[in-house]
């Protein structure tokens, strides 16, 4: 079992910057992918950005060039700095842990994924 909680969110302004932080705890040795995704209410969950085993990092258009997805490689926190906010970012965002598939031969790990409460980000103009 895997538990993910996210912080970093609040209310900002136009332009202003956050770093969202997910604390990763319990069995993440089974944790291969993780990643951050928003949705805005009445709207459909959408990817963020991505970040796989291999350090290789994913990211929607909209964000490119403006938020940066890590993860501190000790503790295994999973981080999302974003930077020049939009009213567009605006939105709960949520943080996934994809579970090792069978397949991997990691024992003990069946591909489940994990997911995070969210956390809010307003952006005011």
């Known amino acids: 079992q895997v538990k993910l909680v996210e912080s970093g969110g609040g209310f900002v302004q136009v332009g202003d910057s956050l770093r969202l932080s997910c604390a990763a705890s319990?069995?993440?040795?089974?944790?291969?992918?993780m990643g951050w995704y928003r949705q805005v209410p009445g709207k459909v969950l959408g990817v963020v950005a991505k970040?796989?085993?291999?350090?290789?990092?994913k990211s929607t258009e909209s964000v490119k060039g403006r938020c940066t997805i890590s993860r501190d490689s000790v503790k295994g926190t999973l981080f999302l700095q974003m930077n020049s906010l939009t009213s567009e970012d605006t939105a709960v965002y949520y943080c996934?842990?994809?579970?090792?598939?069978?397949?991997?031969?990691?024992?003990?790990?069946?591909?489940?994924?994990?997911w995070g409460k969210g956390t809010l980000v307003t952006v005011s103009a």
């Open positions: 996934k842990a994809e579970g090792f598939p069978e397949s991997a031969g990691v024992e003990g790990c069946h591909g489940v994924d994990y």
């Open positions: 319990g069995d993440t040795r089974c944790i291969s992918k």
């Open positions: 970040l796989s085993t291999d350090s290789n990092t």
